[in-house]
């Protein structure tokens, strides 16, 4: 079973400062997607990035963007510029390519931002 | 204009009752799911549909029953609630046959039993 592990429960940044989340995960297949949601306060779960694993270029929006090591998988984002908005907990899942395939999620990361 | 819609918001409700959590989508997607968020914020799948027809079931109990009366809505009923069914429940939907499928998740439904 493909398994997806955020090894950093909390995590902090000051406002306007580049904050990095971690994620790996555990897969034998050469082609999937990985994604990182978002869940504030309001407890909407919000798509934040995609990223297609066939695709060498890392995925980016806006301040949000990833790093993305398909031989370590390993799936990081970045968050520039951090803004306090930005708080709230982070969920990175696994997809494998073919459609119909459940999502897999992490345990997530909860970010707080420092005014 | 919300994609995915879920009633109600909050629930709270004694032990041993039965109870139903609605779930609706207007962006046309083929594929519905529930899952659950426990206090630790673990997200597990419990169903998934796909054109009305269940295609994921994990270990669930009986007591949780779906219903897709069409494409565009996924109820959830649990039978007998225990305090272990205390937890926020997500609906979410995809369109299947698109390879960047991607999940779109209603606001979660707070369940409280007590």
């Known amino acids: 079973a493909q398994t997806v592990t955020q090894s950093q429960p909390e995590m902090s940044v000051q406002e306007a400062e580049t904050v990095t989340l971690s994620c790996t995960y555990d897969?034998?297949?050469?082609?999937?997607?990985l994604f990182w949601y978002k869940q504030p306060p309001s407890r909407q779960m919000i798509l934040v990035i995609r990223?297609?694993?066939?695709?060498?270029q890392n995925a980016t929006e806006n301040r949000f963007s990833v790093n993305f090591q398909k031989a370590a998988k390993s799936f990081s984002l970045k968050i520039s510029d951090s803004q306090l908005g930005d708080a709230a907990m982070y969920f990175c899942?696994?997809?494998?390519?073919?459609?119909?395939?459940?999502?897999?999620f992490g345990t997530g990361t909860s970010l707080t931002v420092i005014p | 204009d919300t994609a995915v819609s879920q009633t109600p918001k909050y629930l709270v409700t004694q032990m041993g009752n039965d109870k139903s959590i609605k779930c609706e989508q207007n962006?046309?997607?083929?594929?519905m799911y529930w899952y659950k968020q426990d206090s630790k914020k673990f997200l597990k799948i419990m169903f998934s549909?796909?054109?009305?027809?269940?295609?994921i079931n994990e270990t669930v109990p009986n007591r949780f029953s779906p219903k897709s009366p069409d494409k565009a809505h996924l109820n959830l009923h649990i039978n007998s609630l225990e305090l272990g069914d205390s937890a926020v429940y997500f609906c979410?939907?995809?369109?299947?046959?698109?390879?960047?499928?991607?999940?779109?998740f209603g606001p979660g439904t707070r369940l409280l039993v007590l």
């Open positions: 979410a939907s995809s369109q299947m046959t698109v390879r960047e499928e991607t999940q779109y």
């Open positions: 897969t034998s297949e050469s082609d999937y997607y």
């Open positions: 990223q297609e694993a066939y695709k060498q």
């Open positions: 899942a696994y997809r494998r390519s073919n459609t119909g395939n459940q999502f897999y």
């Open positions: 962006l046309g997607h083929d594929t």
């Open positions: 549909y796909n054109n009305k027809e269940l295609i």
